[in-house]
């Protein structure tokens, strides 16, 4: 019996799996074992295509020799060491070669664990900056309709995905939500539509107005949101928001856990978008998926506004994580970082940008399509629901995985996010498998 064989034998029952229908799971198990360039392998040795880059973590590719041996050679020198009131030299590499890629003043960088520890500490550093500044009246936060911000009681409470909220009662209290950016002017648009930006982003003065400027600390938002079917900003809206913002004294966050190192064909998203937000969250593509790791990069000056105001000698801010800056993902994240400068992986990304967004846009003449819209390498399709919502969409994700390929569905959406080094052919490939797939449902 072969290792990756035998490896599938055991029970399916004890792990509790995230985001996952278990139940159906265990009657129908789609389980990967192995995993090189752009495809997957299961336990029966069928090769799969990875349309995700894993779970938008992967987009250099998967089985990287350069962040294994680097990773490699961290655990042999130094597994672990304590993250409060020491540090290992990795981490402030690191820090410093995030200052060098982020948008100019976001210079600053806190380590966490997981795009959701990170949300959760872009709030935090949110209302202690307003309350050492003498404004500690400013405790809400401004979030969005059908966004993700992870699942940490803040991250879910500032999001607004509602199976990601109904079980679990009110949330923090004094968060407010804007309408999101998915409006029916700019169906099917590749890119920025031209509708509607200026009018969403005054959602968030028309929640100042009622509030009031001085009651808010924070509004976050995700530059493209991913996770709930690839909603793109439309022209002005980012601009109107930061607009707003500085007139306020709001700081803005941006989550970029899923559109950032690349995805837009640049750094970030704020690159792409021209918009510099006070915070700026990470994750994800940042060991490209090898190692959990996830920071937020902060303005300058917010942290400065924090330390002037503690005593010498003692802790500024009262967070943090036991794998805050785990030297093994630093580790692997440095090589990632390396990577994506030597083979100059975000050109590559933007090269292929405009054939992906095609043939996600050549979608709409399937009878079940009824929306496509895309920026950079990422890209969605909608279906009509059928006699449930999301039973459509699943069954696009069980039959696409049995016919070879592997991509992501919420809802009745498709979510494509292919890797930098994903060839044309391959798209080809990708966009042909789901083509047969939906005439089948």
């Known amino acids: 019996m072969s290792d990756v064989a035998s490896r599938s034998n055991a029970p399916l029952f004890h792990h509790w799996m995230p985001f996952t229908a278990n139940r159906q799971f265990q009657e129908s198990p789609r389980i990967i074992a192995r995993a090189e360039g752009i495809y997957y392998w299961n336990t029966k040795g069928d090769r799969l295509l990875d349309g995700i880059s894993g779970l938008y973590t992967t987009p250099a590719g998967h089985g990287r020799k350069e962040i294994r041996d680097a990773v490699a050679r961290q655990v042999e020198e130094l597994d672990y060491a304590p993250a409060f009131q020491f540090g290992v030299p990795e981490s402030f590499r690191l820090a410093h070669e995030l200052a060098q890629m982020l948008p100019e003043s976001l210079n600053r960088v806190f380590f966490a664990g997981s795009g959701s520890e990170a949300v959760e500490t872009a709030l935090k550093i949110a209302v202690q900056y307003h309350r050492v500044r003498g404004q500690g009246q400013r405790q809400r936060f401004v979030g969005r309709a059908r966004a993700y911000h992870g699942v940490n009681f803040a991250g879910w409470s500032v999001?607004?995905?509602?199976?990601?909220?109904?079980?679990?009662?009110?949330?923090?209290?004094?968060?407010?939500?804007?309408?999101?950016?998915?409006?029916?002017?700019?169906?099917?648009?590749?890119?920025?539509?031209?509708?509607?930006?200026?009018?969403?982003?005054?959602?968030?003065?028309?929640?100042?107005?009622?509030?009031?400027?001085?009651?808010?600390?924070?509004?976050?938002?995700?530059?493209?949101?991913?996770?709930?079917?690839?909603?793109?900003?439309?022209?002005?809206?980012?601009?109107?928001?930061?607009?707003?913002?500085?007139?306020?004294?709001?700081?803005?966050?941006?989550?970029?856990?899923?559109?950032?190192?690349?995805?837009?064909?640049?750094?970030?998203?704020?690159?792409?978008?021209?918009?510099?937000?006070?915070?700026?969250?990470?994750?994800?593509?940042?060991?490209?998926?090898?190692?959990?790791?996830?920071?937020v990069a902060v303005?300058?000056?917010?942290?400065?506004a924090i330390f002037d105001v503690a005593e010498p000698d003692t802790i500024e801010f009262?967070?943090?994580y036991t794998y805050s800056a785990h030297p093994v993902a630093c580790a692997a994240a440095l090589a990632t970082l390396k990577m994506y400068r030597d083979h100059d992986m975000f050109a590559l990304g933007a090269a292929l940008a405009p054939s992906f967004l095609e043939r996600i846009a050549s979608m709409r003449d399937m009878p079940a399509v009824i929306d496509t819209r895309g920026f950079g390498l990422l890209g969605a399709v909608d279906l009509a629901p059928g006699e449930k919502p999301g039973i459509r969409g699943f069954m696009v994700l069980q039959r696409c995985f049995e016919q070879g390929l592997v991509l992501r569905v919420t809802g009745d959406t498709i979510i494509f996010a292919p890797m930098f080094i994903t060839q044309i052919d391959d798209l080809d490939r990708m966009f042909k498998l789901l083509r047969s797939v939906l005439k089948t449902v």
Do not use: W
């Open 299 to 304: 303005r300058e000056d917010v942290q400065q």
């Open 318 to 320: 009262f967070h943090g």
């Open 159 to 295: 999001g607004g995905m509602v199976k990601n909220r109904e079980a679990f009662g009110l949330g923090l209290p004094g968060v407010s939500h804007m309408r999101h950016t998915l409006v029916p002017e700019n169906k099917f648009i590749m890119g920025q539509g031209e509708h509607c930006g200026i009018d969403l982003a005054n959602d968030l003065q028309r929640i100042i107005d009622l509030h009031g400027a001085d009651t808010i600390a924070a509004c976050i938002v995700e530059p493209i949101a991913g996770s709930t079917g690839v909603l793109v900003p439309p022209k002005g809206y980012l601009e109107h928001l930061r607009t707003i913002c500085d007139r306020h004294g709001i700081l803005l966050i941006f989550d970029e856990v899923i559109c950032g190192f690349g995805r837009t064909g640049h750094p970030f998203a704020a690159n792409a978008f021209g918009v510099t937000p006070d915070l700026l969250t990470m994750a994800k593509a940042i060991t490209n998926g090898s190692v959990p790791m996830a920071a």
